[in-house]
């Protein structure tokens, strides 16, 4: 019978359907920005006009879960929005095959709209399957299970997608991305059964603010201000796209300051806890989502990447290397005949040379006609899932150790002590650098992988605390609202990696770039800390740890 179960039929099914859903949204992540600096093939974009197209896309795609969130749980209901929302992503992600900039900007569109219905709901669905007296207490135990679901999609799809991108190209390895979304939907589909009973709509009920004045006074005015930010003359925050951005914020921002001000004095003070945290982990999202701009464009040029022997064999067999020729001095030749546009002197694109020769010490460039095996830059891409997966159990037990020991720390604590962490990772970059004296030698891919796994330690002290944190003190009637502000500070925080990542080649010397980084994450831990005393409180006030 179902109740002798340990945990509800459901799961296996919303296991494998987030799976891979994120199976196919990181593998495509992945290779955006790679794809969007690829010369010949791709749209040869400079460092900072893909940085800045990659942190808009992925600060949109962090907005739209709130507004999806609303009108599934009021209108159109969990299952329904989770289909269409996997089908529009898969659809986006096989029209990024097509090599055409209207048709990416469309493809990425439906990407940002399909995450919107796709990602808060299934994770709302799953705690509506575990909301019955035979299950609620392995709740948390559920989402662990959960989670580990989409940190093997995104630790395997990046070897996938190298493999189709080596064998058959970047267009290819989109289609892939876009398959297998559609089997997270089919298999989604299969296991109606065991959710349908969970897919419970809430309505509209008292004290909510209607749907449409959140349109009205939240996304009607974000549009318009966005519209006006992109067409402002000139580019006062570096680039059209992110006028648009922070002016389209605007609106939100004090959307939220309203929400504040106009709250009972009961309110106020969780509230304003909340919206402190918000702005401070803004710093922790715009450090950790520069995996895919910055560190990535360091995977790539500044690692050392090369296999050899038995290694490089079956790099090569799985398709999961390639191969790069070498033409004599053309390192020489590279600003006559190869760096070809040029601004004011400055380099501003790169034709017909591989990045990778271009800070290889001499007595390691191969022969005239020589060639070299490199792994592919993306798998870098799967370093954060697998130390997600690894450490996850790790950090779960060393909070159930010092809570049998009353010594385990406050949630608020816990996210401070995430953004020192997160601070720690990027001194590893720092030491990479002096290691590699300033990129004109290769890193070892072991700094990479260590200040990976650093950052994902604060990343688990943080990401579920600061959501758990909004569960405990949010007003119940604004709960949605607040943990829409959540994704709305991630989004930022998103947008704000990619300007950062802008920046990189304005620092000849790459230790400068880190150290601003290790700047903002010990700034941000320092105001946490300030306000450490005071959110304690307020959560003793509530009645939570």
Not at 453 to 465: K, N, Y
Request: with cysteine; net charge positive; aromatic share 14%.
């Amino acid at each position: 019978m179902e109740k002798e179960r340990k945990h509800p039929r459901a799961l296996p099914f919303l296991f494998l359907s987030e799976m891979w859903e994120r199976f196919g949204y990181y593998l495509m992540i992945g290779i955006f920005t790679l794809y969007l600096k690829d010369v010949k093939t791709g749209f040869a974009m400079t460092e900072a006009e893909a940085s800045d197209l990659y942190g808009t896309f992925i600060a949109l795609v962090f907005l739209t879960p709130f507004l999806g969130g609303l009108l599934a749980d009021r209108y159109f209901g969990y299952r329904r929005s989770i289909i269409a929302g996997g089908l529009l992503m898969g659809a986006g992600y096989c029209l990024m095959s097509v090599h055409d900039l209207t048709t990416l900007y469309i493809s990425m569109t439906l990407v940002i709209i399909g995450n919107g219905f796709f990602k808060p709901n299934i994770s709302t669905l799953l705690g509506n399957v575990y909301s019955t007296p035979s299950f609620e207490k392995r709740k948390d135990e559920g989402y662990n299970i959960f989670y580990m679901g989409i940190n093997i999609g995104a630790f395997v799809c990046n070897f996938l997608g190298a493999a189709i991108y080596n064998l058959l190209g970047w267009g290819y390895a989109f289609i892939a991305a876009g398959i297998g979304m559609f089997i997270g939907v089919v298999i989604f589909i299969i296991g109606t059964k065991h959710y349908q009973s969970a897919d419970r709509k809430k309505g509209v009920r008292e004290g909510d603010m209607s749907f449409s004045k959140i349109v009205m006074l939240i996304l009607v005015p974000s549009i318009v201000a966005g519209i006006i930010g992109w067409f402002i003359p000139g580019s006062i925050f570096g680039s059209d796209s992110t006028d648009a951005f922070i002016f389209a914020c605007i609106p939100v921002i004090y959307f939220y300051t309203t929400l504040y001000v106009k709250a009972s004095k009961d309110e106020k003070r969780p509230i304003a806890a909340l919206l402190s945290i918000f702005a401070v982990v803004i710093l922790f999202w715009a450090v950790f989502k520069q995996n895919g701009s910055a560190l990535n464009t360091w995977a790539d040029r500044y690692t050392h990447r090369e296999v050899s022997g038995t290694t490089g064999k079956i790099f090569e067999a799985l398709q999961l290397s390639q191969t790069v020729g070498y033409v004599k001095d053309s390192v020489a030749k590279y600003d006559e005949a190869f760096r070809l546009q040029k601004e004011n002197g400055k380099i501003i694109k790169e034709f017909g040379y591989h990045p990778y020769f271009k800070n290889l010490p001499t007595d390691r460039l191969p022969e005239e006609g020589g060639k070299i095996e490199l792994w592919s830059t993306n798998l870098s891409q799967s370093i954060n899932p697998f130390w997600v997966i690894v450490l996850t159990p790790l950090i779960l037990a060393l909070f159930s150790w010092l809570k049998r020991r009353n010594a385990e720390p406050t949630t608020a604590t816990k996210i401070a002590y995430g953004l020192f962490i997160s601070g720690l990772s990027v001194l590893l970059m720092i030491a990479a650098v002096y290691a590699s004296m300033n990129g004109t030698n290769k890193a070892s891919v072991w700094w990479l992988i260590s200040s990976y796994g650093v950052i994902t330690i604060g990343e688990l002290f943080l990401s579920p605390m600061g959501l758990s944190l909004v569960s405990k003190l949010s007003p119940a009637r604004i709960t949605a609202l607040m943990m829409g502000g959540w994704f709305v500070a991630t989004a930022i925080g998103n947008k704000l990696s990619g300007v950062l990542a802008t920046m990189w080649d304005n620092y000849e010397n790459k230790a400068n770039y880190f150290w601003l980084n290790f700047a903002l994450l010990m700034f941000a831990t320092g105001i946490m800390v300030l306000m450490l005393k005071w959110l304690n409180r307020i959560m003793k006030e509530k009645g939570v740890h």
